[in-house]
Structure formats: C-alpha cells, structure tokens
C-alpha cells in the first residue's frame, strides 16, 4: 500500500491487501442474478436529489441505445417515486413464470421493470424502510427474468443514502451515469454522488447536465436560466471527461407526460452512450 493511500482503488492500479480487501467485500455482497438471464452490462443513473430529470434520462439514454440496436432493459429501482412505466406509457401488471417474473416490454421492445407495474394501484404510496426496498431492488435482480440484455439502465433512488448503497453493493453496476441539474451544480450535493461512484470504484461515464439552458424557438438565443454552467469544471476536478447537456424543452415534459418518450429522437446524448458502449 503507498504511504498516500486515499482507498479510491479506482485511481490507484497497485496490487495492495487494502484493494484485495475492497474487492472480496464487494464480492461477498453480491447478490446472484437470475439463472435464466445473461445480462452484459449495468448502467447505474443516479442524481444528488431527486427532480432533476434522472428518470427522464434514463429513458432517453435506453431508447437511444435501443434505437442503435443493442437489446435494452430497464430496473426502475426509485421504488418509493417510480415514473419510467408512465414516461413508456405502460401500465400492464407484471406477471410471474417459472423463469420468474417477466418484465413488462415497451413498443420499441425495451424491458422494464418497475414497483408500479406490481401495485395494485399506482398511485398507492410505498410505506416502506430502507432495507425493504434494498431487498424489493435485490428481487429484481435475481427474480426478473431479464433474458439476454445487452445494456441493463438501473434508474437509481436519488441521493447517496443506504438503498443506491445497496445496489452498488448488490449488482455488478459496470459504471454510472450521473445526472444533475445547473443549480444542484452549485451546491456540494453532485460532488457527493462522485464521490459515492470513487469510494465504491465505479466508473462515472458521463455527466449530464439537464435543465441546462432554453433555447427561444423564435430566435434561437440560448437563455442561461439558472446562471452559467459549472459542469466542465465539476468535470475536470473529478477527471470525467464525457458530459452533455440537455436544455428545457416542453417538448420532453409533454412527451414524457403522454408516455411517449421513446418519440423523443436527439443525438445530444451521444457522446455518453458511446462512453456507455466503451464501458
Ligand atoms: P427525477 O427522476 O430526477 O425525479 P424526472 O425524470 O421524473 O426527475 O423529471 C421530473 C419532471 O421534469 C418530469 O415531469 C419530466 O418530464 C420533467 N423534465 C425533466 N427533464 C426535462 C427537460 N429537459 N425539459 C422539460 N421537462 C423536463
């Protein structure tokens, strides 16, 4: 171990008993995937809080990956506000079979999987503690029966609390993509979650910045709503070096309201799903 150690094993390649440590209790706690599945890599979105647009993200970053032809699902793991089956238009209930239960498909053939698509109803609240819905997210990792994905988004519960612990702990999260907000920019709460991402020696793949600007449909001025953006340098105090920017637009807010995200076609995340592709 270097007299510098800072236990970041993601920055640091020496082969020390501290990073053998790290990576046998990261081993001892996963949690086995279903048997009948093959799922290649597992994205993680994550957010320092909640109603930045993650969800939104999430569903972009999947239809565009489908949309280049990779087999795509989704684990909506917000159990306690989940919104990807409404952004997708999808209310069916999810069904069990031997495999075990079976994902709901979206009309582009992305799977998904979500705590709304078991509720009786929708809009009842998930009363439930933090090691509850960490084991309703470890059940939909081993009992889903995902089939053979390419690319798995986990649509994270916000912040840096003990579920999205749980899942870094849980699943094979290959890397994360972090999604922010300008004012959250501002504040400390996004470095948290990189942060989060180094202590638990996960890739960050990208950044991105949504609600970023407003672009005036009449004169095409970009208007910097909330100030200029800190995302290049958040970017390079942590050494990311893919972000991308999505700007307000009425047009995602209504789609995403109708259930018909996967209308929504932009090349502005482009960059991050190549990043995701490398990963
Ligand atoms: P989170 O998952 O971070 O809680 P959501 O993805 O559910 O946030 O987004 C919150 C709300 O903001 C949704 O109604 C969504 O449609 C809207 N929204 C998100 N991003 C944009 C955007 N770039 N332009 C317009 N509306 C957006």
Redesign the pocket.
């Known amino acids: 171990m270097s007299e510098e150690c800072t236990h970041d094993c993601s920055t640091c390649g020496a082969a020390c008993a501290s990073r053998d440590k790290a990576q046998q209790t990261k081993e001892d706690l996963r949690v086995a995937g279903n048997p009948s599945s093959s799922v290649k890599k597992v994205i993680a979105v994550v957010?320092g809080?909640?109603?930045?647009?993650?969800?939104?993200?999430?569903?972009m970053l999947a239809c565009a990956m489908r949309r280049r032809g990779g087999s795509v699902a989704i684990m909506d793991a917000?159990i306690t506000?989940p919104?990807i089956p409404k952004?997708f238009g999808v209310s069916e209930r999810a069904m069990g079979v031997e495999e075990g239960i079976v994902p709901a498909e979206t009309r582009s053939g992305i799977k998904l999987m979500s705590m709304n698509l078991l509720l009786d109803d929708p809009t009842d609240p998930v009363l439930w503690r933090g090691p509850i819905i960490g084991g309703v997210i470890q059940q939909f990792w081993k009992e889903v029966w995902w089939g053979d994905v390419d690319y798995l988004f986990v649509?994270m519960p916000?912040g840096t609390g003990d579920v999205p612990l749980t899942v870094f702990q849980s699943l094979p999260v290959n890397g994360i993509v972090i999604?922010t907000s300008p004012q959250e920019l501002v504040g400390v709460i996004v470095e948290k979650a990189v942060k989060m991402a180094e202590m638990m020696g996960v890739p960050v793949l990208g950044v991105v910045e949504?609600?970023s600007y407003f672009e005036c449909p009449d004169c095409g001025k970009r208007h910097f709503i909330y100030g200029e953006s800190r995302l290049e340098e958040l970017a390079a105090r942590h050494g990311i070096s893919v972000t991308a920017r999505?700007?307000?637009?009425?047009d995602?807010?209504r789609?995403?309201?109708a259930g018909d995200i996967e209308g929504i076609e932009t090349n502005m995340l482009d960059a991050v799903l190549e990043s995701i592709e490398r990963a």
Do not use: R, Y
């Open positions: 957010s809080k909640g109603g930045v647009g993650k969800s939104m993200v999430t569903s917000d506000g919104s952004a649509d916000p999604v949504n609600m999505l700007p307000i637009d009425p995602i807010a789609a995403s309201d």
